[in-house]
Each structure stands twice: as structure tokens, then as C-alpha cells.
């Protein structure tokens, strides 16, 4: 009976994080348009916005990696340390962009911070998979895993091809550094797809599932931003900044969400009979 309660629990507790979500995008619209009253205004509540869901995301990653046991504990400690480098990244650039300078260099403390983040949770991805390869044939996953590879190289060039391509643009640090952040989301996204393939409705598929969302949203935020960035688009109306701030701090509610449901695999991500 406690079972079949939790079980009728999972459903409603997505419908409310959507309901949440519903009003999160709406709030944050209303606010940016209407109630706030110039750029700096605007400005801090993009950095306050992007601390509070990074937060959100890293508390529950710790809470998760804290309360399960044995490999999955193992893979979030790697998951937390990325969400907790992520987090850091996005205090760096805050008291960066609000007391330092107008405009942060080509690279510096948060990019390190950030980069170092995919390392982790790439790490956590490679321990899941390699989890899921006892008792499987290693040849077809393999073969997977480098496949995954094509997709975000085809970005990562599609991205800067306008700038290899045309002889009176050069190749800039930032021009690198931003068409990389995209590409590793997506890279991270397709070895996550590649983990829902091989657990087909296991226990844990349901927060995985919710983490390669998150990284979708987080590629198209950043593949996005760069276009922007690159035809000087981005901040000349709010609707391009929306575009950009709007995913990627859904990404962030997504990942804490996705946290959320590794604590409770027996209710929300059980193969049901």
C-alpha cells in the first residue's frame, strides 16, 4: 500500500515542479518587461536568477549524493562537484560583472571553474555507463560512446565556421571558449541519451532522464548566446536576453529536479509491471 501511495505521489509531484516552472518563466517575463527599471536592475536579476536556481541544483545534487548508497553514490559525489563548480563559476562571474569589470576577459577564473565542472560530470557519466556495461557486450557501447562525439563536433564547427571562413574575422580566445561550452553540453547530453538506452526503464532512467534535459536546454542557451555574441545581437532588446537566460536556468531547476528523483527511485523511476 505504501508503495502504490508513492507511486500515485510521482505524478502529481511532476505536475507541480511544471506548475512551478509554468509560473517561474511567467514571473520572470512579467518582471523583466515591466517591474524592472533599467540595465542594472536588469542585470543583477540575471546574475541573482542564475545563483538561486545553480543553488537549487547543487543543494539538491548534495542532498543526493549524500542519502544514496554504493555506485550511485559514487556517480552523484561526481555530479555534485560539477553542479558545486558550476555554482562557483556563476559567483566568480557575478562579483565580476557587478564590481570589477564592465566586461570579463577572453578567459579567466569562472571559465576554469566551468570547464572543470564538465569534467566531473562527464566523470560521472563514464562511472554510470561503465556500471551499466557489466554483463553487456562492450563492442556496441564503445561504438556508442564515440558516435556521441559527432553531433557536438559538428556544432563546435558549425559555430565557428563563420569565423574560419571569412578572411577579414579572426579567430579570437572568446570565439573558442564560448562555442566549447555548447559543444560539451551536447557532448554530455548524447553520452546521457546513451545511458537511457541501455537502462530501457531501470530504476534510475527517471533522473537521468530529467539531467540530459537539463543539458539540452544548457546547449541551446549557449549555442544560442554565441550566435547572438557572434552578429552582436544579444542585449539590443530583452527579448534576446530572455532567450538566452530563460534555458539556461530552467536547465539549472531541471538538473536539481532531476537530483530530486534519484532519492526516491522505487516511487518515480520504477519500471512499472
Known amino acids: ?7 500515485e505521489r510521482a505524478p502529481l509531484g511532476r505536475a507541480l515542479f511544471l506548475l512551478f516552472i509554468n509560473v517561474y518563466v ?5 518582471f523583466f518587461f515591466r517591474l524592472s527599471p533599467g540595465g ?3 542585470q543583477l536579476m540575471r546574475n541573482g536568477t542564475n ?10 545534487a548534495v542532498i543526493a549524493w549524500r542519502r544514496l548508497e554504493g555506485e550511485q553514490r559514487h556517480v552523484w559525489m561526481w555530479l555534485c562537484a560539477g553542479t558545486v563548480l558550476w555554482l562557483l563559476a556563476e559567483v566568480v562571474w557575478g562579483l565580476f560583472d557587478a564590481y570589477l569589470f564592465p566586461q570579463a576577459p577572453d578567459f579567466f577564473l569562472a571559465d576554469v571553474f566551468w570547464v572543470l565542472g564538465y569534467v566531473a560530470v562527464g566523470e560521472a557519466l563514464a562511472l554510470h555507463l561503465r556500471a551499466l556495461r557489466v554483463g553487456q557486450r562492450r563492442s556496441p557501447a564503445v561504438l556508442s560512446s564515440l558516435g556521441g562525439f559527432v553531433l557536438p563536433l559538428l556544432l563546435f564547427v558549425a559555430l565557428l565556421w563563420p569565423t574560419l571562413s571569412d578572411p577579414d574575422l579572426s579567430l579570437g580566445l572568446a570565439d ?3 562555442a566549447l561550452y555548447p559543444a560539451l553540453d551536447l557532448l554530455l547530453a548524447t ?3 546513451l545511458v537511457l538506452l541501455m537502462m530501457r526503464g531501470q530504476i534510475w532512467w527517471c533522473s537521468w532522464f530529467f539531467i540530459g534535459v537539463a543539458l539540452l536546454l544548457w546547449a541551446f542557451s ?4 554565441w550566435v547572438l555574441i557572434f552578429f552582436d545581437r544579444f542585449g539590443l532588446n530583452p527579448r534576446s536576453v530572455l532567450s538566452v537566460d530563460i534555458p539556461d536556468s530552467l536547465g539549472n531547476l531541471v538538473m536539481g ?3 530530486l528523483q534519484a532519492l526516491r527511485p522505487e516511487s518515480a523511476c520504477a519500471k512499472r509491471s
Open 1 to 7: 500500500m505504501a508503495e502504490g501511495r508513492s507511486r
Open 191 to 193: 553520452q546521457g541519451l
Open 222 to 225: 549557449d549555442a544560442w548566446y
Open 257 to 259: 529536479y532531476a537530483a
Open 51 to 60: 545563483l538561486f536556481t545553480m543553488s537549487f541544483a547543487t543543494l539538491a
Open 26 to 30: 511567467f514571473g520572470y517575463i512579467l
Open 40 to 42: 542594472e536592475v536588469q
Open 176 to 178: 573558442v571558449v564560448t
